[in-house]
């Protein structure tokens, strides 16, 4: 069998449209997904700690961890994390220019088991703040390296799909901690969370990824990477020798100061839309809803709110399935204007039922959309903004560009999270999710390329251009 080998990827965007791809794209993908798999395994982890909010009411009516909390205690406790998050967002993003990926992934685990036995042995309410603290240590760990670990090991066709497995591993960490609260006590599931931190040691058997090894002049490893990634029987020559030209051309870029980074015109459009972009992932009410199930659940329903806990997270799930399986076919843009829509039309209808219906009996469509707004959520603004939040960026700028619309993003959750603490009533939350979800459909249309199927020149090209409609994106081949 002859090698295969991917076309070529320095032509223009202009001559993809013209000129059909003579070279079919394999579905030998050799270990790739396996890596990525093994490589969201500790997002899988965190997941569970934002799962571990949704335990809060049984928290504060009985003495668990050795320390019976106030309802305030408990939201400022849910604060620590994205607060803990965005304080070392960058210092995560100067470790995996330096050291990798890899070295990120795995360095995590320090602040997750600590944190976790923090909270497991807590003997009063500061050390539940400092453990959720350490924890969203972990999660900047995490959001800053996955994604960008998994951007660069995929091939270009996949990549989507590769991307957005991170938001399903904190989905399903999530659901996963639910189910354990349920099955075993409170303590007992802490303690099945914190174990599950040897799961995180398989990123070990992976390797770095090979845009890290050609930045830092290493191409014997490189090209090992990549035939560990692709396969004995893919052609890799073509590939990395792209990869090489690319980091070469920028390389005069790769020592800037943030200054100096920052007056680039396309570094200036980039990194403010992929910052956006994952400011409307924590504000526009899906993550709120995520960690905080209980407290809307029982606001709008009289009985026991655990079967509708599980029809969110089923919710959950299937919205991230449908962006799993068609993100790399019908687009980013199009899942995130569908998904705008929706949650828009859904939040307007939940405003309008808790300020004039709520005295009903009748509570199955206020309970449908809110199962709907978060499905939608699932589909494109949960798992799409993290995919844009890595392909807007320029490659060779990710560690830094990445870590900084991390940072800001997190910073944001933080104060949604106090405001939602010190809101009157809970269910308030959905105004402000009317609004956000409008201004998240507006800024799409207006300022959101579509990136399927193009590398990471062709969307710099996109950006320094500003040419934002998505015929570019039409792939003949795929």
């Excluded at 399903?172 to 599950?196: D, Q, R």
């Excluded at 029987?233 to 800037?256: A, F, G, V």
């Excluded at 798992?383 to 490659?395: F, G, K, Q, S």
């Excluded at 009317?434 to 090209?461: A, W």
């Amino acid at each position: 069998m002859q090698p295969i080998t991917e076309p070529s990827t320095s032509v223009t965007i202009e001559s993809r449209r013209q000129v059909p791809s003579i070279i079919p794209a394999t579905n030998k993908a050799g270990h790739q997904y396996l890596a990525g798999a093994i490589s969201n395994f500790g997002v899988f982890c965190f997941g569970t700690t934002i799962g571990w909010t949704n335990v809060g009411h049984n928290l504060v009516t009985q003495k668990a961890h050795n320390v019976k909390l106030t309802k305030d205690q408990w939201e400022w406790t849910n604060s620590m994390l994205p607060l803990g998050a965005a304080c070392f967002c960058m210092p995560m993003g100067v470790l995996m220019k330096m050291y990798g990926c890899k070295p990120v992934m795995l360095f995590q685990l320090f602040p997750y088991v600590l944190g976790w036995s923090l909270l497991i042995f807590a003997k009063n309410v500061y050390m539940l703040y400092v453990g959720r603290c350490v924890l969203g240590i972990c999660g900047a760990a995490l959001c800053v390296a996955v994604p960008v670990y998994n951007a660069e090991i995929s091939r270009q066709h996949q990549r989507g799909a590769m991307i957005s497995v991170f938001y399903g591993a904190l989905v399903y960490g999530a659901v996963f901690n639910n189910i354990m609260v349920e099955i075993l006590s409170i303590k007992y599931g802490n303690v099945t969370c914190t174990l599950m931190a040897l799961l995180c040691l398989s990123v070990t058997f992976i390797p770095e990824s090979p845009s890290y090894y050609v930045l830092h002049g290493q191409l014997e490893k490189a090209r090992t990477s990549m035939r560990w990634l692709r396969g004995d029987k893919y052609d890799i020559t073509t590939e990395l020798e792209l990869l090489k030209q690319t980091i070469k051309r920028n390389n005069t870029e790769l020592h800037q100061s943030c200054w100096v980074f920052m007056q680039n015109k396309i570094n200036q459009r980039s990194v403010p839309r992929a910052t956006i972009l994952l400011m409307l992932y924590h504000v526009s009410g899906g993550v709120i809803i995520m960690g905080h199930m209980g407290d809307i659940l029982v606001q709008m329903t009289d009985s026991s709110f655990n079967i509708y806990v599980m029809w969110l997270c089923v919710s959950m799930c299937l919205g991230h399935l449908i962006c799993l399986l068609t993100v790399d076919r019908i687009g980013r843009r199009s899942l995130l204007l569908v998904s705008s829509v929706v949650m828009f039309m859904t939040s307007l209808y939940l405003c309008v039922w808790f300020k004039w219906m709520r005295a009903e009996s009748w509570r199955w469509p206020a309970l449908l959309s809110l199962f709907i707004f978060i499905a939608s959520f699932s589909m494109g603004f949960g798992p799409v903004a993290w995919i844009l939040y890595v392909e807007l960026m320029p490659e060779h700028m990710r560690p830094f560009g990445c870590a900084l619309a991390a940072t800001i993003s997190w910073l944001f959750a933080t104060l949604l999270n106090i405001g939602y603490l010190l809101s009157v009533a809970h269910f308030s939350i959905f105004y402000f999710m009317l609004i956000i979800c409008m201004l998240g459909l507006l800024f799409v249309v207006i300022f959101i390329p579509e990136t399927k199927n193009i590398t990471s020149d062709e969307v710099q090209q996109l950006m320094k251009r500003g040419a934002f409609n998505d015929e570019h994106s039409r792939d003949d081949s795929f």
